[in-house]
């Protein structure tokens, strides 16, 4: 029986794009909406997250100011020594640093201050006037010269434990530039080698040494171990040591010190 006979209304057809098709569309709009507002909740949380201004930090404590010690302060530590590639570079306190005075570096000791260092392990010692800052590697106290290191044979050691005590303070000697740039000058290397190992090195200054040569093992900041013969006030002398090894190093040639 046909459903018009009966009174019921005949069933629509589904049309696309009608009833149906505008629920999908809703919800499809629906969770594009979703996503959209989500993403800007994400963003907005990043946004905080990473532009907030960090927590303010506290301020770095200022350098302690240097000041005088009384005569017969003491301490103990561990004392190296610095040379190249130092030499004729300006320290801390101005000054032009000559690795042939009797000068060193301290981390707070006042410029002037003149301290006596003593090795603990031998006995020798020497005294020094501070001019420069350092060392700064835990452990160790004072910095000298490589003429106050070779004073006391720190030269060869390069580390040794030290007893160092003030003795006084003068004033820091009346230098120009231009006259510490001339003594520069005028100061002269022979590098014989430079070694990877530092074994190598040594046996090289070993055997110059039983030959009469007085020769010094330097480490660069290369990484390298330099053997050197020196140093010389004045090239020709140089030049004449230089000629006295080139049988067993014929790569030897003269250097300027600082370089």
Known sequence: ??????????????????????????????????AVALGFLLLSVGCAHHGAAPPPTQPAAPAPTPTPVDEGWTEKGIASWYGEPYHGRQTASGEIYDMHQMTAAH????????????????????????????????????????????????????VAP?????VGHVAAPARSPASASEETEECFWVQVGAFSDRGNAARAEKDLEQKGESATMLEGLDGLWRVRLGPFDAEAKAEKARNRVTNDWPGAHVVPCGG
């Open 1 to 34: 029986m046909m459903n018009e006979e009966l009174g019921i209304p005949p069933t629509r057809p589904h049309q696309p794009g009608v009833a149906g098709g505008q629920f999908k569309t809703q919800n499809s709009k629906f969770k594009i909406a979703t």
């Open 107 to 158: 981390k707070t000791l006042a410029f002037g201050t003149k301290v006596k260092v003593n090795r603990r392990d031998t006995g020798a010692d020497v005294v020094v006037r501070i001019n420069d800052r350092g060392p700064f590697i835990e452990g160790r106290i004072i910095d000298l010269s490589l003429a106050a290191a070779r004073k006391i044979g720190l030269d060869v050691d390069g």
């Open 162 to 166: 030290v007893k160092i005590k003030v």
